[in-house]
């Protein structure tokens, strides 16, 4: 067990639709990263939040957006959503002076 | 897009046997990381070597890192039933503030009782 935990563990959504996705990271930690998970590939980065801020960015679009709280939790946000958006969504989270990120057992999301 | 790529995608073998997988990785890395998965759920670390490191070992693990070749080993000695699972490497790229991980494809490990 990490200590990072998102909410909720499976989603089902149709085109269109919007969703949040939630994340809670390991005490201690304030940066926490988001990944895409498409199944039979490996994780794809989609962005980082330090101190409420986004602090880097992967190669996805714009209707993807996140929010870091002041607890250091966080949520993605996926607007417009398309069947391709359809994986498995990880959350990791470390510390500013780790290179370790520990993470969450996923939300995975399924748009029909 | 996957920065690097694993060989082989798929391995199957017995308890007590060794499994070696590689790794591949395209630009320069402040170090390489492998994880595991089990049944695509969350991802556990297992080893951190860094761009200055050649070798290092935990437990029934050993990792080489060839930065002259941007490739990576990961080798599972005495393997168990348990250790079935999905290995990733991921190679880690940023400073202090910010780092992000560039993950393989995987390689799928079985290993039969």
């Known amino acids: 067990e990490t200590g990072v935990t998102q909410s909720p563990t499976h989603l089902i959504k149709t085109r269109g639709q919007q969703v949040t996705l939630r994340c809670s990271s390991q005490s201690g930690h304030n940066t926490v990263s988001w990944y895409q998970q498409a199944l039979g590939q490996g994780p794809q980065f989609i962005f980082q939040y330090y101190r409420e801020e986004e602090n880097g960015r992967g190669n996805f679009p714009p209707r993807f957006s996140g929010l870091q709280f002041p607890n250091y939790s966080s949520e993605l946000n996926v607007n417009a959503l398309e069947l391709d958006d359809s994986a498995l969504y990880l959350c990791?989270?470390?510390?500013?002076?780790?290179?370790?990120?520990?993470f969450g057992p996923g939300t995975r999301l399924l748009v029909l | 897009s996957q920065q690097g790529e694993e060989d082989p995608q798929a391995l199957s073998i017995q308890e007590g046997e060794n499994a070696t997988m590689n790794c591949s990785y395209k630009?320069?890395?402040?170090?390489l990381q492998w994880y595991r998965q089990n049944s695509g759920r969350g991802l556990v670390h297992l080893i951190l070597?860094?761009?200055?490191?050649r070798e290092k070992h935990s437990g029934r693990l050993r990792v080489t890192l060839d930065t002259s070749k941007k490739s990576s080993s990961l080798l599972i000695t005495a393997s168990r039933a348990a250790d079935t699972a999905s290995y990733f490497c991921a190679s880690f790229s940023g400073g202090t503030s910010y780092g992000k991980l560039t993950f393989g494809q995987g390689t799928i490990l079985t290993v039969h009782p």
């Open positions: 990791a989270s470390s510390s500013t002076m780790q290179e370790t990120q520990y």
């Open positions: 070597i860094r761009s200055n490191e």
């Open positions: 630009t320069s890395i402040n170090n």
